[in-house]
């Protein structure tokens, strides 16, 4: 075979088959990217041209990475994490004695320990840069592994998901089913999932695993999906909805305990005890953390011993110090 022409390679070229092996299907691939389906499509075309073989076996669910295009993800993941971290160095660098990091949140890690931690990181470095970046589990993995954020903050990912990264459980907390208050459900003592038939639902984002644990509730249940269903991992826009309308907000425990200890929003008295899941921080395995990610990571440790943080109303949630919390893989610097 002929040498590779690499004047013709693109990053492009290489952020578009990161993603499509993340997501393992195009339209996926091509909603994180911001693109078109087709332009993903024509994008891995260039690349299967220049490196001379195919790389996608296209399945009905989906794409398969050929044997050629695992090597090459590898190796263009490494590529960009260098580059991006590169340019971090070179061009992103904190003033003097500043402290920078940047994390990914989901919702229910956004809403409450996190700005705990950050106000807590301030009071002793008056210097502080922190980016906090919102996104979907599996994307926030992406840029995570890419090297453009340090850690993120949420539920545990699907296993697939995992690959060179590690995960610490902080804790435990279950799905919750809220309301406004007003609502006609709102003051029953004790509920079935079948009362919620007809009404319009807020869920997470489909193909997400916080989803699918939502859906695998009610299925269990012999519960059909929301006719009228609204996908949403913006908090700020589910509870607008709510103000307004009969909704019900299926969401993390951490993303709406604010609120309901506020008054704000109502919980359903609907046992979702089976929606238990891990929530705690994920990083890369190599590589070592940087000095602001782990003052942030410090941080949120600090902020679960002194607290046991505010207990949610079913006391539930079992907040671990560090020198409990359950760890996978690497061990927190």
């Known amino acids: 075979m002929s040498a590779m022409n690499f004047s ?3 990053l492009r070229h290489l952020q578009c088959l990161a993603m499509v092996a993340q997501e393992r299907n195009l339209v996926r691939a091509a909603k994180a990217l911001a693109l078109t389906q087709p332009a993903v499509s024509k994008t891995i075309a260039e690349l299967e041209d220049i490196v001379g073989r195919p790389l996608l076996l296209r399945r009905r669910r989906g794409v398969e990475l050929t044997p050629a295009a695992e090597v090459l993800v590898r190796h263009a993941v490494a590529a960009l994490r260098g580059l991006r971290e590169g340019f971090g160095l070179a061009l992103d660098q904190p003033e003097g004695d500043q402290v920078s990091v940047a994390v990914g949140a989901l919702p229910n890690m956004a809403a409450n320990l996190l700005p705990a ?3 807590a990181l301030q009071a002793s470095q008056p210097a502080l840069r922190v980016r906090v970046v919102s996104g979907t589990n599996a994307q926030l993995m992406t840029q995570l592994r890419q090297g453009e954020i340090d850690l993120v903050l949420g539920r545990l990912a699907q296993a697939s998901a995992m690959a060179d990264l590690a995960f610490e459980q902080l804790y435990n907390e279950p799905l919750l089913m809220v309301v406004r208050p007003g609502h006609p459900l709102a003051a029953a003592p004790r509920l079935a999932l079948d009362a919620l038939a007809g009404l319009p639902m807020v869920m997470p984002v489909a193909g997400t695993s916080i989803r699918h644990t ?5 299925l269990a249940q012999g519960m059909a999906p929301p006719r009228c269903l609204v ?3 913006d908090t700020s826009f589910a509870f607008g909805l709510l103000q307004r309308t ?3 907000w299926f969401a993390p425990q951490g993303a709406v305990e604010g609120y309901v200890g506020r008054g704000e929003l109502v919980r ?5 005890a089976s929606t238990d899941g891990a929530v705690g921080m994920t990083r890369r395995r190599s590589g070592e953390t940087g000095e602001g990610a782990r003052l942030l990571i410090e941080a949120i440790r600090g902020v679960l011993r002194l607290s046991a943080a505010p207990a949610p109303p079913d006391g539930r949630r079992r907040p671990r110090s560090a020198s409990g919390a359950g760890t996978a893989g690497t061990r927190a610097a």
Request: glycine content about 4%; overall charge negative.
């Open 214 to 218: 939502a859906d695998g509730l009610l």
């Open 246 to 248: 009969d909704t019900v």
């Open 8 to 10: 013709r390679l693109k």
């Open 117 to 119: 931690a950050v106000a």
């Open 231 to 233: 996908e949403a991992t």
């Open 268 to 272: 359903l008295a609907i046992d979702t």
